[in-house]
T-cell receptor, first 117, second 116 residues
Framework: AQKVTQAQTEISVVEKEDVTLDCVYE???????LFWYKQPPSGELVFLIR??????QNEISGRYSWNFQKSTSSFNFTITASQVVDSAVYFC??????????????FGGGTRVLVKP | DTEVTQTPKHLVMGMTNKKSLKCEQH?????MYWYKQKAKKPPELMFV???????INESVPSRFSPECPNSSLLNLHLHALQPEDSALYLC???????????????FGPGTRLLVL
């Protein structure tokens, strides 16, 4: 069975502070994919980043960066210099196995980020 | 373009009503998904269609009936719903790779459903 845990339920920061969201996952699949999605109050889930299990290279994309560590089964996400528009619920998700019939995403419980001006 | 559209945005229905939710994408994706999301919870998968055929049904009650008339459209027919079915219903789509790749799912804005 797959499981994604986001231990932080809510984080509150002041604008321009950095925010790091933790994500720990469990899977028995040898090939899997990890995702981060953002859900603003409007409700739409916005895709942010995707990493696969055989590529542990960490990257930076604009104000977003992520730290994927297979040894600790963690996939943490950082927003640098946060802005009010970053206020949203952030979901970490896992998709595993080799399936040609569509993939099932397992979501973590979500972390609500509140950025205050 | 990674746009998935959903209509209506809001829906209020009684327990004896029949209604339908619609989802459309023009990205050429051959997998489409329905998710249900209750307040303060993550989305839960309901159905997956691949190549216009139902491939995954997560033991959803029969009062929810999905339909995929073509590769761009996905419907969710609702009948005799219960108040606990009130939720945000999200549609998503993704490419399909018959090999190894788990493709990214792109989500629509959702339909907020209230069952009275």
């Amino acid at each position: 069975a797959q499981k994604v845990t986001q231990a932080q339920t809510e984080i509150s920061v002041v604008e321009k502070e950095d925010v790091t969201l933790d994500c720990v996952y469990e899977t028995r699949d040898t090939t899997y994919y990890l995702f981060w999605y953002k859900q603003p109050p409007s409700g739409e889930l916005v895709f942010l980043i995707r990493r696969n299990s055989f590529d542990e290279q960490n990257e930076i994309s604009g104000r977003y960066s992520w730290n994927f560590q297979k040894s600790t089964s963690s996939f943490n996400f950082t927003i640098t210099a946060s802005q009010v528009v970053d206020s949203a619920v952030y979901f970490c998700a896992l998709s595993g196995g080799l399936k040609a019939a569509g993939n099932k995403l397992t979501f973590g419980g979500g972390t609500r980020v509140l950025v205050k001006p | 373009d990674t746009e998935v559209t959903q209509t209506p945005k809001h829906l209020v229905m009684g327990m004896t009503n029949k209604k339908s939710l619609k989802c459309e994408q023009h990205m050429g994706h051959r997998a489409m998904y329905w998710y249900k999301q209750k307040a303060k919870k993550p989305p839960e998968l309901m159905f997956v269609y691949s190549y216009e055929k139902l491939s995954i049904n997560e033991s959803v009650p029969s009062r929810f009936s999905p339909e995929c008339p073509n590769s761009s459209l996905l419907n969710l027919h609702l009948h005799a719903l219960q108040p606990e079915d009130s939720a945000l219903y999200l549609c998503a789509s993704s490419r399909l790779d018959r090999g190894r790749i788990q493709e990214t799912q792109y989500f629509g804005p959702g339909t907020r459903l209230l069952v009275l």
